[in-house]
């Protein structure tokens, strides 16, 4: 308790040392402790820890102690990892096999051998594959290590899809529309949270991940600043940071005003824009970019033409080698363009249009965002946002490029601008700005669409996976093929695998879920402790905690290129008969397809001992390789790799270089600079209508508008540092930390009577479902919204709860009201909804 209490407070602190933890670290191992590092996989930081175990003693939550890894590169410890032993020993662990026995969704159970279970899901997934073709099959994870791919992939399926709609899609989304193609990913892009002077957060609580927020506390204490832009005051506001209240989905408004202020008090860095961003490429009345083509017969149509305030034009474009690699730009340096160019060019043909700069379209589509027409929107103070827009550009700040960023089903949009702002304000891989992370290059072989960990290589089903079909640019919506378990369409899915994901919790509109998932002819859970998702399971299958695996992997979320080693040596409890869930996997599938199992070069491992060596071995051969390509290198260097691993359970193999992308190696776009007028979404015309080139402010189409002043209200949801997932949820500290309640501010609890503590009803406006909580009144939220956190209470599963932890019941499931809009094209799902606040009478 007294970890999880540290935890609580660490998000408000200025900063934190970890000294003591390095003593009392120091003071067990003279005691006879040893140490062994963890990668915590909670949520999707993987922060450093150590496990330290009393030697001699038998495992158990007395022998081994949890403590944040001193110096590690993403040195998180929060309340969820402060209770990892509370999980690995739960009284509601799954430890055996369970077989459904009732009605889907009446989570009847009983216990049966693994061989029961394996034989009969391989047998019935045999027959489905035969009768349905592999694409019938689908899998997903919320493990961050994606261990569902072990069935589908060698299956032959596609149709492995991850959380990615309900979490960061927009954000994928939006940076890549800015930065491009292998600039999008979480984590790639990332504030330089140790060295930053100022940083926006826009609903973001920086309770996930902890090791940034650790960071982030470094520069904090050397006097940066942090301004929260939320419906509710997140966790990091308690201390000095500045909670701006904004009403709920206006968050894209914000950003433009932001825009349209440095351009107009001219605090915009403009020779950034002008050399490093298409902003001075000229763009036709049709929206399309000019091009070399359009003035010279045989030109290049990627060559894009520039004009300086003389009328002369230039070209710039990508430089790619002999084998059509890009490696630079192809441009002349000494020329200056002009951002405000408007003016007509003649074409090869002889005729002459009109053209204007990237930067010009930019400037005329944030005009509309003055701080007062973005006051009446956002109920930010118009001084406020100057202030905020001057503070920006003085003490070149950067904006955070999110988390958990799927909301209001306008997200693309907002990460869009909030790139751009980034850009416009010329802070981009520069210290202290929004960097491009480094790798450690760390390549651990694994299985893919037809390719194995071994070379092996196979001829995958014929069908593209299901959820790209109706959103071309998804990075990963579920939904899609649950819907099609219910409808046949695109094409018919009758199993899915369900691996460490709490879908519940996870996927918006719980009501439809659970009636898709009663369509599966085949569903298999396969977690820790009994999610909700169990109830609706054919089989529940247990498997392994972080605690009980190793892993070899790069540091994600961080500045420089490290790898970590995650090796605690801890096994199951006593009676506790989990597994390795790759090894379930692929025990189902060599049942089924023996053939299909030796495409990754698995045969038949009867012991836990035998599956790591196979499943090991894989880190251990990127490691090897990696190491011995250090040492060729720098002679010494791997040897200095090994020791660090050793000694400390990471090391770090490329440090951060500073001001390379786009100053000397191009991003992902078409024009390689950071594109604040969008040509990737003129590429698609699917795209270019689902997002413009450059786009503002667009009310949330997610759900129905609250009517002002009544019992209607935005139901926001969030996260925080000591709670909040979806294994933690159940842990005994979270009973007493955990907040399952419903915040309201005073004004709108005054008008309808309802009082501190008080239990209500919360009704969807859209999807009528009704649940109950206690109401916390509090100033922490804007008025006319209402807060709940995410993965903390709501959960309903019907047999599997001893009576002791009833408390995760209580309160609400944001998702039992969220409509589940995905955006499209994207397929970014909202999680934020409209509710009726009712007091319960009697």
Same mark, same amino acid.
């Given at each position: 308790?007294?970890?999880?209490?540290?935890?609580?407070?660490?998000?408000?602190?200025?900063?934190?040392?970890?000294?003591?933890?390095?003593?009392?670290?120091?003071?067990?191992?003279?005691?006879?402790?040893?140490?062994?590092?963890?990668?915590?996989?909670?949520?999707?930081?993987?922060?450093?820890?150590?496990?330290?175990?009393?030697?001699?003693?038998?495992?158990?939550?007395?022998?081994?102690?949890?403590?944040?890894?001193?110096?590690?590169?993403?040195?998180?410890?929060?309340?969820?990892?402060?209770?990892?032993?509370?999980?690995?020993?739960?009284?509601?662990?799954?430890?055996?096999?369970?077989?459904?026995?009732?009605?889907?969704?009446?989570?009847?159970?009983?216990?049966?051998?693994?061989?029961?279970?394996?034989?009969?899901?391989?047998?019935?997934?045999?027959?489905?594959?035969?009768?349905?073709?592999?694409?019938?099959?689908?899998?997903?994870?919320?493990?961050?290590?994606?261990?569902?791919?072990?069935?589908?992939?060698?299956?032959?399926?596609?149709?492995?899809?991850?959380?990615?709609?309900?979490?960061?899609?927009?954000?994928?989304?939006?940076?890549?529309?800015?930065?491009?193609?292998?600039?999008?990913?979480?984590?790639?892009?990332?504030?330089?949270?140790?060295?930053?002077?100022?940083?926006?957060?826009?609903?973001?609580?920086?309770?996930?991940?902890?090791?940034?927020?650790?960071?982030?506390?470094?520069?904090?204490?050397?006097?940066?600043?942090?301004?929260?832009?939320?419906?509710?005051?997140?966790?990091?506001?308690?201390?000095?940071?500045?909670?701006?209240?904004?009403?709920?989905?206006?968050?894209?408004?914000?950003?433009?005003?932001?825009?349209?202020?440095?351009?107009?008090?001219?605090?915009?860095?403009?020779?950034?824009?002008?050399?490093?961003?298409?902003?001075?490429?000229?763009?036709?009345?049709?929206?399309?970019?000019?091009?070399?083509?359009?003035?010279?017969?045989?030109?290049?149509?990627?060559?894009?033409?520039?004009?300086?305030?003389?009328?002369?034009?230039?070209?710039?474009?990508?430089?790619?080698?002999?084998?059509?690699?890009? !490696?630079?730009? +192809?441009?002349?340096?000494? *020329? $200056?363009?002009? &951002?405000? %160019?408007?003016? =007509?060019? /003649?074409?090869?043909?002889?005729?002459?249009?009109?053209?204007?700069?990237?930067?010009?379209?930019?400037?005329?589509?944030?005009?509309?965002?003055?701080?007062?027409?973005?006051?009446?929107?956002?109920?930010?103070?118009?001084?406020?946002?100057?202030?905020?827009?001057?503070?920006?550009?003085?003490?070149?700040?950067?904006?955070?490029?999110?988390?958990?960023?799927?909301?209001?089903?306008?997200?693309?949009?907002?990460?869009?601008?909030?790139?751009?702002?980034?850009?416009?304000?010329?802070?981009?891989?520069?210290?202290?700005?929004?960097?491009?992370?480094?790798?450690?290059?760390?390549?651990?072989?694994?299985?893919?669409?037809?390719?194995?960990?071994?070379?092996?290589?196979?001829?995958?089903?014929?069908?593209?996976?299901?959820?790209?079909? !109706?959103?071309? +640019?998804?990075?990963?919506? *579920? $939904?899609?093929? &649950?819907? %099609?378990?219910? =409808?046949? /369409?695109?094409?018919?899915?009758?199993?899915?695998?369900?691996?460490?994901?709490?879908?519940?919790?996870?996927?918006?509109?719980?009501?439809?879920?659970?009636?898709?998932?009663?369509?599966?002819?085949?569903?298999?859970?396969?977690?820790?402790?009994?999610?909700?998702?169990?109830?609706?399971?054919?089989?529940?299958?247990?498997?392994?905690?972080?605690?009980?695996?190793?892993?070899?992997?790069?540091?994600?979320?961080?500045?420089?290129?490290?790898?970590?080693?995650?090796?605690?040596?801890?096994?199951?409890?006593?009676?506790?008969?989990?597994?390795?869930?790759?090894?379930?996997?692929?025990?189902?599938?060599?049942?089924?397809?023996?053939?299909?199992?030796?495409?990754?070069?698995?045969?038949?491992?009867?012991?836990?001992?035998?599956?790591?060596?196979?499943?090991?071995?894989?880190?251990?051969?990127?490691?090897?390789?990696?190491?011995?390509?250090?040492? /060729?290198?720098?002679?010494?260097?791997?040897?200095?790799?090994?020791?660090?691993?050793?000694?400390?359970?990471?090391?770090?193999?490329?440090?951060?270089?500073?001001?390379?992308?786009?100053?000397?190696?191009?991003?992902?776009?078409?024009?390689?600079?950071?594109?604040?007028?969008?040509?990737?979404?003129?590429?698609?015309?699917?795209?270019?209508?689902?997002?413009?080139?450059?786009?503002?402010?667009?009310?949330?189409?997610?759900?129905?508008?609250?009517?002002?002043?009544?019992?209607?209200?935005?139901?926001?949801?969030?996260?925080?540092?000591?709670?909040?997932?979806?294994?933690?949820?159940?842990?005994?500290?979270?009973?007493?930390?955990?907040?399952?309640?419903?915040?309201?501010?005073?004004?709108?609890?005054?008008?309808?009577?309802?009082?501190?503590?008080?239990?209500?009803?919360?009704?969807?406006?859209?999807?009528?479902?009704?649940?109950?909580?206690?109401?916390?009144?509090?100033?922490?939220?804007?008025?006319?919204?209402?807060?709940?956190?995410?993965?903390?209470?709501?959960?309903?599963?019907?047999?599997?709860?001893?009576?002791?932890?009833?408390?995760?019941?209580?309160?609400?499931?944001?998702?039992?009201?969220?409509?589940?809009?995905?955006?499209?094209?994207?397929?970014?799902?909202?999680?934020?909804?409209?509710?009726?606040?009712?007091?319960?009478?009697?």
């Amino acid at each position: 308790m007294k970890g999880g209490a540290v935890a609580a407070s660490m998000a408000a602190a200025p900063a934190l040392n970890n000294w003591a933890f390095a003593k009392k670290i120091e003071k067990l191992e003279k005691e006879g402790w040893t140490k062994h590092p963890v990668a915590c996989t909670m949520c999707g930081a993987f922060c450093g820890l150590l496990a330290m175990r009393k030697d001699g003693e038998p495992l158990s939550e007395h022998s081994v102690r949890i403590f944040p890894n001193p110096g590690h590169p993403q040195q998180g410890y929060c309340g969820r990892s402060a209770a990892a032993m509370w999980v690995w020993n739960h009284p509601l662990r799954l430890r055996k096999p369970l077989k459904r026995v009732g009605e889907k969704g009446a989570g009847q159970f009983e216990e049966v051998t693994w061989d029961e279970a394996l034989n009969d899901i391989a047998a019935r997934l045999k027959d489905i594959v035969q009768k349905n073709g592999a694409s019938s099959v689908v899998s997903t994870s919320h493990s961050f290590s994606g261990y569902s791919k072990w069935l589908t992939f060698p299956l032959g399926s596609p149709n492995n899809i991850g959380h990615q709609s309900s979490c960061n899609a927009g954000g994928i989304a939006g940076r890549n529309l800015v930065f491009g193609k292998g600039f999008d990913g979480a984590g790639k892009m990332e504030p330089d949270y140790a060295n930053l002077r100022y940083l926006i957060l826009i609903g973001r609580s920086m309770g996930a991940s902890m090791g940034a927020l650790h960071t982030l506390n470094q520069a904090r204490a050397n006097g940066a600043k942090v301004v929260s832009i939320d419906p509710r005051m997140p966790d990091i506001a308690y201390g000095d940071a500045d909670w701006v209240a904004i009403r709920p989905g206006t968050d894209g408004a914000f950003v433009a005003s932001l825009i349209n202020e440095m351009i107009t008090q001219g605090t915009a860095d403009l020779s950034f824009i002008e050399k490093h961003t298409n902003g001075a490429y000229l763009i036709k009345e049709d929206g399309q970019p000019l091009t070399q083509s359009d003035i010279c017969s045989n030109g290049s149509k990627s060559m894009y033409v520039v004009m300086d305030s003389k009328g002369n034009i230039s070209f710039r474009g990508l430089k790619k080698n002999e084998k059509g690699i890009v !490696v630079g730009f +192809d441009e002349d340096p000494a *020329f $200056k363009a002009d &951002l405000n %160019a408007g003016s =007509t060019v /003649k074409l090869a043909d002889g005729t002459s249009i009109p053209v204007k700069s990237a930067f010009v379209l930019v400037k005329e589509k944030m005009a509309e965002y003055t701080p007062e027409k973005t006051s009446e929107i956002t109920g930010i103070p118009a001084g406020t946002i100057r202030r905020i827009a001057k503070e920006f550009a003085d003490f070149k700040g950067v904006i955070d490029d999110g988390w958990y960023s799927s909301k209001n089903g306008t997200d693309v949009q907002l990460y869009q601008l909030i790139s751009i702002a980034n850009a416009i304000n010329g802070n981009i891989d520069a210290k202290g700005g929004l960097v491009v992370t480094a790798g450690a290059g760390l390549k651990v072989p694994s299985v893919s669409a037809g390719k194995g960990p071994n070379g092996e290589t196979w001829k995958m089903a014929p069908e593209k996976r299901i959820d790209k079909i !109706v959103y071309p +640019d998804a990075a990963g919506t *579920f $939904k899609v093929a &649950l819907e %099609a378990a219910a =409808t046949g /369409k695109p094409y018919p899915v009758k199993a899915a695998f369900f691996v460490g994901t709490t879908m519940f919790h996870r996927e918006a509109n719980s009501q439809k879920l659970a009636d898709h998932l009663k369509k599966l002819e085949l569903c298999v859970v396969q977690d820790v402790l009994p999610q909700e998702i169990v109830d609706y399971a054919d089989y529940v299958l247990p498997a392994t905690y972080f605690l009980e695996r190793k892993d070899i992997s790069g540091v994600k979320w961080a500045l420089d290129g490290s790898i970590y080693l995650s090796d605690p040596q801890l096994t199951p409890p006593k009676d506790c008969d989990a597994r390795h869930d790759v090894w379930i996997l692929l025990e189902i599938l060599r049942r089924a397809f023996p053939e299909r199992a030796e495409r990754v070069g698995y045969k038949e491992c009867k012991t836990a001992e035998e599956f790591n060596q196979y499943f090991n071995a894989f880190a251990q051969r990127g490691y090897d390789k990696l190491v011995a390509d250090c040492e /060729k290198a720098v002679p010494g260097w791997g040897k200095q790799i090994c020791e660090d691993m050793a000694t400390k359970g990471w090391s770090t193999i490329k440090p951060k270089v500073y001001d390379v992308y786009p100053y000397k190696k191009p991003f992902g776009t078409p024009s390689g600079k950071a594109e604040i007028y969008s040509f990737k979404s003129l590429s698609n015309p699917a795209c270019s209508k689902a997002v413009s080139p450059i786009t503002g402010y667009v009310p949330a189409p997610a759900y129905t508008a609250p009517k002002p002043n009544s019992n209607e209200f935005v139901l926001v949801s969030g996260k925080n540092c000591q709670t909040c997932s979806g294994l933690n949820m159940f842990t005994e500290p979270t009973r007493y930390l955990g907040d399952r309640t419903v915040w309201i501010n005073p004004e709108d609890a005054a008008r309808l009577g309802i009082k501190n503590h008080e239990i209500v009803e919360i009704e969807g406006i859209d999807t009528k479902a009704k649940g109950r909580a206690a109401v916390t009144v509090t100033k922490k939220v804007i008025p006319g919204a209402v807060f709940a956190f995410g993965f903390s209470g709501g959960v309903r599963t019907k047999n599997l709860l001893d009576p002791n932890y009833q408390f995760v019941k209580e309160g609400i499931n944001s998702h039992w009201f969220a409509t589940g809009y995905a955006q499209p094209f994207f397929g970014n799902v909202a999680n934020n909804c409209s509710v009726r606040i009712n007091k319960v009478r009697g």
